[in-house]
Structures are given as structure tokens and as C-alpha cells.
């Protein structure tokens, strides 16, 4: 596949059309105090907390181009078949060696080019860095380009991962240079990770983590039962229920109140984390204390899709089956596109499972992508949670950096 130049008339049509509306809405600033435009080639790096992150970077480096390296999964919806090869989009598939992603990226930086990448591999489920796969590290240095941060913050609350729509708010992009052409060559692929993670994880102190407000204060928890299904004072499970500000558990009243920073005030006699990502890194230390050597497989009823036959057509109903979770892996056992099928995603080659909260989640495999959704759509983000522990439990070598405070690491 050859990767496109980004279009010009495209990128002028997106920042006319996007730039006010995004400085009405969320109060958009950027800061490019510490940004000097590197001449020729360069790799921008970015942290990955909404579905809108891409439309920021690139408005905030107006009016140079990027080549962006995008979830293989846009690619198959219609118009975005279309628009994104246009705008010089690389298919990825995610968590997966795709050394056809790696080509386009090296030629782009080989013609001139510029590379938007969100080392993530997803958007984040609690608003928190997330951390990266190490191979980022072993890329950039081969490449030996300079490498620009962008650091988003505000978004998670203006456009939360667990609802649909938007909020009005405040949001800022922070640009700036992170390693020269000859770091990126001479730094070992673990220190470039490090950089990485300090940057976008707002260790560095050019990287401002305080976290921005929402400007409505109406409904915040709407939806938030998607991802946070554990009660911290019952341990009760998918018993949450959300009015206004307030999350409550039916099953022992546990309640707790929203603020539009994302914090939480337990009500009187209630017990709650002090953030969404505190819960639901506490929600990831309760799973973890379940994972063990001789554990029985945990398993659910899933619907399978993978791509359609025809262009843009999306994703199509393949079967159903038996999706279970081993400490070796993942298993599949049931129909797929009108056979009885086996399929098995060995522990060491699936380090997270991208998520569609209430729908799927997703497993990319030699190059075939998969969404699972089960019988209880709620359940998406356990499964999801719960691959993400087995790795980090039982795979041979962990692939993953480990700066995230997730819950995975002791």
C-alpha cells in the first residue's frame, strides 16, 4: 500500500471548518513555547485520551502536514476508506507485528515526511497515560529523527471514554521538542521509551499535568458505569447505577459524587477512590489478586465480527462461540463464517484489548482483525481488564513500559 502525501486542500478544508469550533467548545489553547520546527523529517508523539485527538494534533501544528498512524479498523468504514488514505493515514494493526506499518512509516521519513504517532496503541480507558510497547523505542531510534511531544490535556473530561458526545470545557495541547536527530540515534530504545513516558505521562516537568475543568457540571457520571463495574465497598460486581453527578452501587448503597475534574466525594458512610483512574486502577489490582498459576478458565459468550467482504462495508457478523481466557491465552471455539473454528491468541502476543465500551472488544492477530462482543455488553471493559492482567502476569517478557499506574505491577 502506498502512503499518500497528506492532501493540502483536505487539511486547510479540516482546520477552517474544525479550529473555531474547537476554540468554542473547549476553550482550545496551545502552548509552543518550548516547540522550534525541526527542518526536514520528524516523529510527533502524543498522549491518547479521546476519539477527537488526532483533529487537535493536528490543528496544533497548522500548517504542517503529518502522515498519522491510525487503528486498522477506521479503514474499514465508509467515508473514512476513503478520507484517510487522503490524508496520508498508515494503517495499524494494533498490538500486532505489522511490518507493513513500519515500511510506511520509513518511507514517509525517508521522502521528507513527518509521522504523527500515538504510541498508546488506544485511547485511554480511565483518562490516565496508559504506557507503550517497547518496540516504539527500537523504531524511533532506527529511524534517528527528531521527535516533537504533544501533550493533550483536558480532553478526558470534555470527551470522556465512557459516554458518548461532548461536554463543553477546557483543553490544552502542549508542543515541544523532546530528543534531537542524534539522541534519537545515540539513546538506547529504553531510554527513548523513558522520554516517552516521562513526557506523556507528565513526570517531566514541561509537561503540565494538572487537570483542566469541564464547564457544565450536569450528568457526569452518565455512562460511567461502563468502566468502573467494581464496588469498592461490597466488592459487588456490575451493580452501578448513575443519576446527575452521583454513581451508586444497588447492591450495598455505596455512593459517590462526581466533580468536573473528574475526582470523587464518597457520601456519608461511602467508601470511593479519589479519581476515575484510581478506581479503576483499584478495579485492576481486585482482578489481578484473582489471577493464579492453576486458575480455571474464564470464559463468555461472544458474537464474532471481522471486515466485510466489500470495501467500506465495515465489520460483518461471522459467528458465535466461546471466547475463554487461560493463563497461555486466549481461546475461541465456535463458528466463524458458517464453520466450526479454533482459534488461539497465545498470552506473550495480545498485551491489551482495544474496547468499544457496551459493544466489543478487539484482538488483532497476523495481520486479521477481530471484535468480540459478548452476550453482556457490559462486560467489555472486565475482558478487556482482565487480558490486560493475564499478560502482565503470565507473559514470558512484558512488552509494555511500566510507568502507568494501572494496578498490573505490585
Known amino acids: 500500500m502506498k502512503i499518500k502525501k497528506p ?91 505489522d511490518i507493513r506499518a513500519i515500511r510506511g512509516v520509513m518511507a514517509v521519513i525517508k521522502r521528507g515526511g513527518r509521522i504523527l504517532l500515538f504510541p498508546e496503541g488506544r485511547c485511554s480507558t480511565d483518562g490516565a497515560y496508559m504506557g507503550i510497547h517497547k518496540s516504539t523505542g527500537k523504531m524511533i531510534k532506527k529511524l534517528a529523527v527528531p521527535v516533537i511531544s504533544c501533550r493533550i490535556e483536558g480532553a478526558y473530561t470534555c470527551m470522556p471514554f465512557w459516554r458518548k458526545g461532548v461536554r463543553l470545557g477546557r483543553e490544552r495541547v502542549t508542543i515541544a521538542g523532546l530528543l534531537s536527530a542524534e539522541e534519537a540515534g545515540a539513546f538506547s530504545a ?10 506523556l505521562g507528565g513526570a517531566d516537568t514541561r509537561a503540565p499535568a494538572k487537570p483542566f475543568q469541564t464547564l457544565r457540571a450536569r450528568n457526569l457520571t452518565q455512562g460511567l458505569q461502563n468502566i468502573l463495574y467494581w464496588c469498592p465497598k461490597c466488592g459487588s460486581e456490575f451493580t452501578h447505577e448513575t443519576f ?43 482482578e489481578m489478586r484473582l489471577m493464579k498459576e492453576d486458575m480455571p478458565p474464564i470464559s463468555a459468550h461472544v458474537s464474532v465480527r471481522m471486515p466485510s467482504d466489500v470495501e467500506g462495508g465495515g465489520m460483518t457478523h461471522r459467528g458465535n462461540g466461546v471466547l475463554s481466557l487461560s493463563p497461555e491465552g486466549w481461546r475461541y471455539e465456535g463458528e466463524l463464517s458458517g464453520e466450526q473454528t479454533e482459534l488461539f491468541f497465545p498470552i506473550d502476543t495480545v498485551p491489551a484489548l482495544p474496547i468499544d465500551p457496551e459493544d466489543d472488544f478487539q484482538i488483532y492477530a497476523h495481520g486479521v482483525f477481530y471484535m468480540f462482543s459478548p452476550d453482556d455488553p457490559r462486560k467489555c471493559v472486565k475482558y478487556s481488564s482482565l487480558g490486560e492482567c493475564a499478560y502482565w502476569r503470565f507473559a514470558s517478557g512484558v512488552q509494555m513500559t511500566a510507568s502507568y499506574d494501572s494496578g498490573f505491577i505490585d
Not at 493515514?89 to 507485528?97: Q, S, V
Not at 473528574?262 to 483499584?282: C, I, L, M, N, Q
Request: glycine fraction near 4%; charged fraction near 20%; include cysteine.
Open 190 to 199: 529504553d531510554e527513548i521509551n523513558s522520554a516517552i513516558d516521562a513526557r
Open 244 to 286: 446527575g453527578n452521583t454513581i451508586r452501587c444497588t447492591a450495598c448503597g455505596n455512593s459517590a459524587e462526581l466533580d468536573r475534574e473528574a475526582k470523587f466525594t464518597p457520601s456519608e458512610g461511602s467508601a470511593a477512590p479519589e479519581s476515575v483512574h484510581a478506581w479503576f486502577r483499584d478495579q485492576n489490582r481486585y
Open 7 to 97: 492532501n493540502g486542500v483536505l487539511y486547510f478544508l479540516v482546520f477552517i471548518l474544525m479550529y473555531p469550533v474547537l476554540k468554542l467548545l473547549f476553550r482550545l489553547k496551545v502552548d509552543k513555547s518550548g516547540y522550534d520546527p525541526p527542518k526536514g523529517p520528524f516523529i510527533v508523539v502524543s498522549n491518547h485520551c479521546s476519539f477527537m485527538d488526532f483533529i487537535v494534533v493536528m490543528l496544533a501544528l497548522y500548517p504542517r502536514r503529518m502522515n498519522a498512524v491510525a487503528a486498522q479498523k477506521f479503514f474499514y468504514y465508509r467515508p473514512l476508506n476513503k478520507l484517510l488514505p487522503a490524508m496520508g493515514a498508515i494503517p495499524k494493526y494494533l498490538f500486532d507485528p
